[in-house]
């Protein structure tokens, strides 16, 4: 039986959500990864900033462009070693300014995915998998991908139905 790894970034609390800023107790992202727990199992990983992002939404899109224009890595509080053990690696996050945040680039940058089925999934406003999925082509070298899932993150807590049948289907 395979076994899947679920790796995601998830921001709670102020959010932008159709068209107006909101606050969040659980991030959308972090609901789409439990939806996909519960469909396929799997092991999760939450990647986790040293430095936190701003708590205001306005000053943490901010923070996000400029750590995707310098291209940066930022620190995070643990890291995975060894992914050897998993099949199936499901990348979850937002789409922040048509990609992953950094944060999750700061990890993946470190394993090995050589014969892994690497699997992306993105929550956004309006601007669907952006450039994610290529991005994620170019970092997890040896992988193969499946084709990644968009999720709008305001209708994430009402799309469990939908994440899991895309998650059963593509692994």
Not at 22 to 28: A, D, I, P, Q, V
Not at 106 to 123: A, H, N, Q, W
């Amino acid at each position: 039986m395979a076994k899947n790894l679920i790796i995601y970034y998830s921001r709670k609390g102020e959010n932008y959500v159709n068209g107006d800023l909101k606050m969040l107790e659980m991030g959308n992202t972090e609901i789409a990864a439990e939806f996909i727990k519960k469909a396929v199992g799997g092991d999760m990983f939450e990647a986790e900033t040293v430095t936190p992002y701003s708590t205001s939404y306005n000053i943490c899109i901010e923070q996000a462009k400029r750590e995707l224009h310098e291209n940066a890595r930022p620190k995070l509080k643990k890291y995975l070693r060894d992914i050897s053990q998993y099949d199936n690696i499901f990348v979850c996050g937002p789409c922040w300014w048509g990609t992953f945040p950094m944060a999750v680039f700061s990890l993946l940058e470190r394993l090995d995915f050589t014969g892994k089925k690497v699997i992306p999934l993105m929550t956004h406003e309006g601007s669907g998998m952006g450039s994610s999925e290529r991005d994620l082509m170019k970092i997890c070298k040896g992988a193969a991908f499946g084709k990644g899932l968009a999720v709008h993150g305001a209708d994430a807590a009402r799309s469990e139905k939908k994440i899991a049948e895309w998650a059963k289907n593509i692994i």
